[in-house]
C-alpha cells in the first residue's frame, strides 16, 4: 500500500543551464565515434552509418549553411518522412543556433505553405516526393534563400552538398553566443481547438532538460545505454520521435533503424533482423512540455497508468472550475511545471495556457492514485488523437459545411484499440438535397469535383491530409447538439455513437 504522494518523481538530476543542445550532444557523439559504434541504419537498403560519419556530416552541414548565409536566429523546415539524413539536416542547423521547425510530410500544400508564413523559414529540406507539393506552397513568400533535397533530386540543391563540404573550420561550429534560456532550438507546430496550428517555442534550456530527463536509469527505454538497436516507429517531424530517436538514442550511443515509412512486413523483417530493443510502456507528454509522465522501469503494477512526473517535474490535479487542488482519483485537469515545458506561443499569447505561477494547463482530465502514478482520463480540449497525429474537429466540420448536401456538422474522436481515436461525423442534410453517407465521406477523404459558378468552371475540392481522413464513418441526424452558447456538444454525440455501437455489437 502506498502513501499519498503528489510530488513523486523519477528523481532529481542535476540539469545544466548554460548549455546548448549541441554542446550536450557533439562531445557524446565524439566519444561514441571513437569506439567505432554504428548510429543509423537505412532499413531498405541496409546502408551503416557510423558516429564517426555522423558527427562530420553534422559539422559539414553547419558550416556549409554558415557559407550560404545561414545565421543564428535563422528558421530552416524539414518536410520529409524518416530518413537517416533528417537528423543531419536538424542537428546541423541547431549547432551553428539556427531553429529547426519540422512539418509532416502529409500536411497540404497549403498547410505547408501557412507553417512557413507563420514561423518565417527561408530555409528548407525536403525529399523527392514532396518537391512537388513543397514548391508550390513557397510561390508568393518572399525571402525563400534555399530549399535542398535529401534524395539529391534536379530540382533543388542536393543536401549532399552539405554533408561533403569539407572546408569547415572549427570556429565556424563556435556556439557560444546561444542563450539556453531564451534562444529557440526546436519550434513545432501543434494544432490548437481553434483550428489554427500554433508554433510552440521550445527553448535549448527546455530540450536538453527533456534529454537528461529521458535519459534518467528509472527510464525503461535507457536501462543500457550504448548497446541497443532501435525501430523509430515514430515520425521524425513529431515531437516525442524528434526527441527519441535523434537525440535521446544517439546520446546514449545506441543505434536506430530507419525506414521512410510504416510497413508491416519491413517493420517485421527488421526485428528478425536486428533483435530490437522493445519497450512496451504507456507514456504522456504534448509538444509543449517534453515527456512530463512516464513509468519506472520496474513497476508492473501501473494498470493503465501513464506513470510519475519525470524528474525535477512538478504535476498536480485541479478543479477545472475553481482551480483548487484534488486529492487521489478525483478526477480534474493536469497541470504540469518544470524545466522542458515551452516559453510560449509563436506570435501569440500563451496566457490562457500558463498561468502566473507557471503552471501549464494541458486541458487532460487525469488522477493520480495514492502511489502518486497518473492516469489519463480524457480531455477536456477537442482535439482528436488518430496514431499521434492532431485532428481538428472544426477543421472538418469546416470541410463538411462546403458540400451542397450539409446543412451542419458535428464531428468526434471513436475510440480505437489501434489507432486511439477515429475521426466520426454527424452531418444534418439540407432540405430537399439529397447525397448518401458514402457521399459525404468521399467528399471529404478523396475531394470532389463541384461546379464553381464564379470561374464557370469545374474545380476539385482539395482533400484533407490522410490523417484527417474520416474512418469513423458519416451518421445522418436531425440536429446536431449545441450548448446555449452555440458550442457542439461533442461528449452527447460521442456517447450516442458509442451507445449505438454497443447495440450493434450484441446483435
Same mark, same amino acid.
Given at each position: 500500500?502506498?502513501?499519498?504522494?503528489?510530488?513523486?518523481?523519477?528523481?532529481?538530476?542535476?540539469?545544466?543551464?548554460?548549455?546548448?543542445?549541441?554542446?550536450?550532444?557533439?562531445?557524446?557523439?565524439?566519444?561514441?565515434?571513437?569506439?567505432?559504434?554504428?548510429?543509423?541504419?537505412?532499413?531498405?537498403?541496409?546502408?551503416?552509418?557510423?558516429?564517426?560519419?555522423?558527427?562530420?556530416?553534422?559539422?559539414?552541414?553547419?558550416?556549409?549553411?554558415?557559407?550560404?548565409?545561414?545565421?543564428?536566429?535563422?528558421?530552416?523546415?524539414?518536410?520529409?518522412?524518416?530518413?537517416?539524413?533528417?537528423?543531419?539536416?536538424?542537428?546541423?542547423?541547431?549547432?551553428?543556433?539556427?531553429?529547426?521547425?519540422?512539418?509532416?510530410?502529409?500536411?497540404?500544400?497549403?498547410?505547408?505553405?501557412?507553417?512557413?508564413?507563420?514561423?518565417?523559414?527561408?530555409?528548407?529540406?525536403?525529399?523527392?516526393?514532396?518537391?512537388?507539393?513543397?514548391?508550390?506552397?513557397?510561390?508568393?513568400?518572399?525571402?525563400?534563400?534555399?530549399?535542398?533535397?535529401?534524395?539529391?533530386?534536379?530540382?533543388?540543391?542536393?543536401?549532399?552538398?552539405?554533408?561533403?563540404?569539407?572546408?569547415?573550420?572549427?570556429?565556424?561550429?563556435?556556439?557560444?553566443?546561444?542563450?539556453?534560456?531564451?534562444?529557440?532550438?526546436?519550434?513545432?507546430?501543434?494544432?490548437?481547438?481553434?483550428?489554427?496550428?500554433?508554433?510552440?517555442?521550445?527553448?535549448?534550456?527546455?530540450?536538453?532538460?527533456?534529454?537528461?530527463?529521458?535519459?534518467?536509469?528509472?527510464?525503461?527505454?535507457?536501462?543500457?545505454?550504448?548497446?541497443?538497436?532501435?525501430?523509430?516507429?515514430?515520425?521524425?517531424?513529431?515531437?516525442?520521435?524528434?526527441?527519441?530517436?535523434?537525440?535521446?538514442?544517439?546520446?546514449?550511443?545506441?543505434?536506430?533503424?530507419?525506414?521512410?515509412?510504416?510497413?508491416?512486413?519491413?517493420?517485421?523483417?527488421?526485428?528478425?533482423?536486428?533483435?530490437?530493443?522493445?519497450?512496451?510502456?504507456?507514456?504522456?507528454?504534448?509538444?509543449?512540455?517534453?515527456?512530463?509522465?512516464?513509468?519506472?522501469?520496474?513497476?508492473?503494477?501501473?494498470?493503465?497508468?501513464?506513470?510519475?512526473?519525470?524528474?525535477?517535474?512538478?504535476?498536480?490535479?485541479?478543479?477545472?472550475?475553481?482551480?483548487?487542488?484534488?486529492?487521489?482519483?478525483?478526477?480534474?485537469? =493536469?497541470?504540469?511545471?518544470?524545466?522542458?515545458?515551452?516559453?510560449?506561443?509563436?506570435?501569440?499569447?500563451?496566457?490562457?495556457?500558463?498561468?502566473?505561477?507557471?503552471?501549464?494547463?494541458?486541458?487532460?482530465?487525469?488522477?493520480?492514485?495514492?502511489?502518486?502514478?497518473?492516469?489519463?482520463?480524457?480531455?477536456?480540449?477537442?482535439?482528436?488523437?488518430?496514431?499521434?497525429?492532431?485532428?481538428?474537429?472544426?477543421?472538418?466540420?469546416?470541410?463538411?459545411?462546403?458540400?451542397?448536401?450539409?446543412?451542419?456538422?458535428?464531428?468526434?474522436?471513436?475510440?480505437?484499440?489501434?489507432?486511439?481515436?477515429?475521426?466520426?461525423?454527424?452531418?444534418?442534410?439540407?432540405?430537399?438535397?439529397?447525397?448518401?453517407?458514402?457521399?459525404?465521406?468521399?467528399?471529404?477523404?478523396?475531394?470532389?469535383?463541384?461546379?464553381?459558378?464564379?470561374?464557370?468552371?469545374?474545380?476539385?475540392?482539395?482533400?484533407?491530409?490522410?490523417?484527417?481522413? =474520416?474512418?469513423?464513418?458519416?451518421?445522418?441526424?436531425?440536429?446536431?447538439?449545441?450548448?446555449?452558447?452555440?458550442?457542439?456538444?461533442?461528449?452527447?454525440?460521442?456517447?450516442?455513437?458509442?451507445?449505438?455501437?454497443?447495440?450493434?455489437?450484441?446483435?
Amino acid at each position: 500500500m502506498c502513501s499519498v504522494n503528489t510530488r513523486r518523481t523519477l528523481g532529481p538530476v542535476h540539469i545544466p543551464d548554460d548549455v546548448s543542445v549541441w554542446d550536450v550532444l557533439q562531445t557524446k557523439l565524439q566519444a561514441h565515434g571513437e569506439r567505432n559504434r554504428i548510429a543509423l541504419i537505412d532499413g531498405p537498403t541496409g546502408r551503416r552509418y557510423s558516429y564517426r560519419e555522423l558527427l562530420a556530416s553534422i559539422r559539414n552541414v553547419g558550416s556549409a549553411l554558415l557559407r550560404r548565409g545561414f545565421r543564428k536566429g535563422d528558421i530552416l523546415c524539414i518536410v520529409s518522412g524518416n530518413c537517416c539524413q533528417f537528423p543531419v539536416a536538424l542537428q546541423g542547423a541547431i549547432s551553428i543556433g539556427g531553429t529547426v521547425t519540422t512539418c509532416n510530410p502529409q500536411s497540404t500544400m497549403d498547410d505547408i505553405r501557412i507553417q512557413l508564413e507563420d514561423c518565417g523559414a527561408r530555409w528548407i529540406v525536403t525529399s523527392a516526393d514532396n518537391i512537388g507539393k513543397v514548391s508550390n506552397a513557397i510561390r508568393g513568400i518572399n525571402g525563400i534563400k534555399e530549399m535542398f533535397c535529401f534524395d539529391d533530386s534536379g530540382d533543388c540543391t542536393p543536401f549532399s552538398e552539405l554533408t561533403s563540404d569539407v572546408s569547415r573550420t572549427t570556429k565556424s561550429h563556435g556556439n557560444g553566443a546561444v542563450d539556453p534560456k531564451t534562444d529557440i532550438a526546436l519550434l513545432l507546430y501543434s494544432s490548437g481547438t481553434t483550428g489554427k496550428p500554433k508554433g510552440i517555442l521550445r527553448t535549448h534550456y527546455a530540450i536538453v532538460s527533456d534529454i537528461y530527463q529521458l535519459s534518467h536509469p528509472s527510464v525503461a527505454y535507457s536501462r543500457s545505454p550504448g548497446s541497443e538497436v532501435y525501430l523509430a516507429i515514430l515520425p521524425f517531424f513529431h515531437a516525442y520521435g524528434c526527441m527519441l530517436f535523434q537525440l535521446c538514442c544517439l546520446l546514449n550511443g545506441d543505434t536506430v533503424v530507419v525506414y521512410p515509412r510504416y510497413n508491416a512486413a519491413s517493420f517485421v523483417k527488421s526485428i528478425q533482423t536486428y533483435k530490437h530493443h522493445l519497450v512496451l510502456a504507456a507514456v504522456f507528454g504534448m509538444t509543449e512540455t517534453g515527456t512530463i509522465l512516464m513509468p519506472e522501469w520496474d513497476d508492473d503494477s501501473s494498470n493503465g497508468s501513464v506513470g510519475i512526473p519525470a524528474s525535477n517535474t512538478e504535476c498536480k490535479i485541479v478543479d477545472p472550475q475553481t482551480g483548487m487542488e484534488l486529492g487521489p482519483y478525483q478526477d480534474g485537469e =493536469l497541470l504540469v511545471r518544470g524545466p522542458s515545458v515551452m516559453i510560449g506561443y509563436l506570435n501569440r499569447s500563451s496566457a490562457a495556457d500558463i498561468d502566473s505561477d507557471h503552471w501549464l494547463h494541458t486541458g487532460d482530465m487525469a488522477h493520480y492514485d495514492d502511489c502518486g502514478r497518473f492516469y489519463i482520463v480524457d480531455r477536456y480540449k477537442q482535439l482528436l488523437k488518430y496514431n499521434g497525429y492532431q485532428v481538428v474537429p472544426s477543421y472538418l466540420e469546416n470541410v463538411l459545411l462546403t458540400h451542397p448536401a450539409v446543412a451542419d456538422a458535428g464531428v468526434i474522436g471513436l475510440p480505437d484499440l489501434r489507432a486511439g481515436e477515429l475521426p466520426a461525423a454527424f452531418v444534418v442534410p439540407k432540405a430537399g438535397v439529397t447525397a448518401s453517407e458514402a457521399e459525404i465521406r468521399t467528399f471529404v477523404d478523396s475531394g470532389c469535383q463541384m461546379f464553381d459558378m464564379a470561374s464557370d468552371l469545374y474545380v476539385v475540392i482539395k482533400k484533407v491530409a490522410p490523417y484527417n481522413r =474520416l474512418r469513423g464513418g458519416v451518421t445522418f441526424i436531425e440536429k446536431v447538439p449545441r450548448s446555449p452558447s452555440g458550442k457542439i456538444l461533442r461528449r452527447q454525440l460521442r456517447d450516442e455513437a458509442l451507445k449505438k455501437r454497443n447495440t450493434i455489437s450484441k446483435l
